[in-house]
């Protein structure tokens, strides 16, 4: 049985991570909810967004289209399910992938949780 698992280095890698880590959210309701309006073609797309946004990122590509952060502000999510989404992310990682890369890959999911949980102050 072989033990090693590769870093985070190629498009295959982050279909992989993406398909996984939404598998791994279809199944836990309390996550799920967050999507409840979703379509299934949102759904393709959501993903489709997602492997670009991780391709950008960790291999340095401009795949990505868009603003995220704009998006992910208007989610609903509350700090429980922020935690699980966060632990359910590195599971995923850590199941598939090892290396430099995959630890960055942790680092920066809970980097963008505190970006995307930030709310500015409004002026009255």
């Given at each position: 049985?072989?033990?090693?698992?590769?870093?985070?280095?190629?498009?295959?890698?982050?279909?992989?991570?993406v398909d996984a880590f939404y598998q791994k959210l279809k199944s836990q309701p309390y996550l799920l909810a967050l999507f409840d309006n979703?379509?299934?073609?949102?759904?393709?797309q959501h993903l489709f967004q997602?492997?670009?946004?991780?391709?950008s990122v960790l291999l340095k590509s401009a795949a990505?289209?868009?603003h995220?952060?704009?998006?992910?502000?208007?989610?609903p999510a509350h700090q429980?399910?922020?935690r699980e989404w966060v632990h359910?992310?590195?599971?995923?990682?850590?199941?598939?992938?090892?290396?430099?890369?995959?630890?960055?890959?942790?680092g920066l999911a809970e980097q963008l949780v505190?970006?995307?949980?930030?709310?500015?102050?409004?002026?009255?």
């Open positions: 049985m072989n033990l090693h698992k590769p870093d985070i280095s190629q498009p295959a890698d982050i279909q992989l991570l979703l379509s299934n073609r949102d759904w393709n997602m492997k670009n946004f991780w391709h990505l289209t868009g995220p952060q704009i998006l992910h502000a208007l989610l429980a399910q922020v359910l992310f590195h599971e995923t990682v850590e199941e598939h992938f090892k290396g430099p890369t995959a630890s960055a890959t942790k505190r970006i995307f949980a930030y709310k500015p102050a409004r002026n009255f």
